[in-house]
């Protein structure tokens, strides 16, 4: 089984900050990542679709990169409604879907 | 707009079954395929099963095969989750979700919390 870790597992930050997280696959996933958004008591919220992809209506700051083992997700200015919790999620054709651990984002 | 409500959570003792429901609108139900994702307390998010859009397969997570059964009946818009010989440790917050294509996970419901517990 592909397993995903996430770095790091929380980060304090600024308004305004640069917020980047790392995700990683033990084998090469290709770009077959999605990255969520969860706040405190909500469902999950769909951002970045096949490594790079925009959900539509997903605020700009949000970007994601990578492929292969190594992804990253970017915040480019936190704002304070991006405090939350944010998963990566690979899914590949067994089918399995497997969560990361997720990264727990909040304020300095 | 996409609405996905789950019912029929709550407390069920140890070894018993519980059956879980969210029903679907303003989507054309029957061409998505459909998940189940859970929520241990305080913990992260793990999927459980999926199911295509016409019923013709269905996969689950190690944890719970043979346990789970996940199915649909797309004339009532409406998924199941059948959860047999439930273990303390499946207590959560289950969701349901929509796939519009490769495990794009766009839409989901707001989550129906089971507690197995004696």
């Known amino acids: 089984d592909i397993q995903m870790t996430q770095s790091p597992s929380s980060l304090s930050a600024s308004v305004g900050d640069r917020v980047t997280i790392t995700c990683q696959a033990s084998q090469d996933i290709s770009n077959y990542l999605n990255w969520y958004q969860q706040k405190p008591g909500k469902a999950p919220k769909l951002l970045i679709y096949d490594a790079s992809n925009l959900e539509a209506g997903v605020p700009s700051r949000f970007s994601g990169s990578g492929s292969g083992t190594d992804f990253t997700f970017t915040i480019s200015s936190l704002q304070p409604e991006d405090i939350a919790t944010y998963y990566c999620?690979?899914?590949?054709?067994?089918?399995?879907?497997?969560f990361g651990p997720g990264t727990k984002v909040d304020f300095k | 707009q996409v609405q996905l409500v789950e019912s029929g959570g709550g407390v069920v003792q140890p070894g018993r079954s519980l059956r879980l429901s969210c029903a679907a609108s303003g989507m054309t139900f029957r061409n998505y395929g459909m998940h189940w994702v859970r929520q241990a307390p305080g913990k992260g998010l793990e999927w459980v099963a999926v199911?295509?859009?016409?019923?013709?397969?269905?996969y689950y997570a190690d944890s719970v095969k043979g346990r789970f059964a996940i199915s649909r009946d797309n004339s009532k818009n409406t998924l199941y989750l059948q959860m047999n010989s439930l273990r303390d440790e499946d207590t959560a917050v289950y969701f349901c979700?929509?796939?519009?294509?490769?495990?794009?996970?766009?839409?989901w419901g707001q989550g129906t919390p089971v507690t197995v517990s004696s």
């Open positions: 979700a929509r796939d519009i294509r490769s495990a794009r996970l766009d839409f």
């Open positions: 999620q690979h899914y590949d054709n067994l089918p399995q879907f497997t």
């Open positions: 199911i295509w859009y016409d019923g013709s397969n269905k």
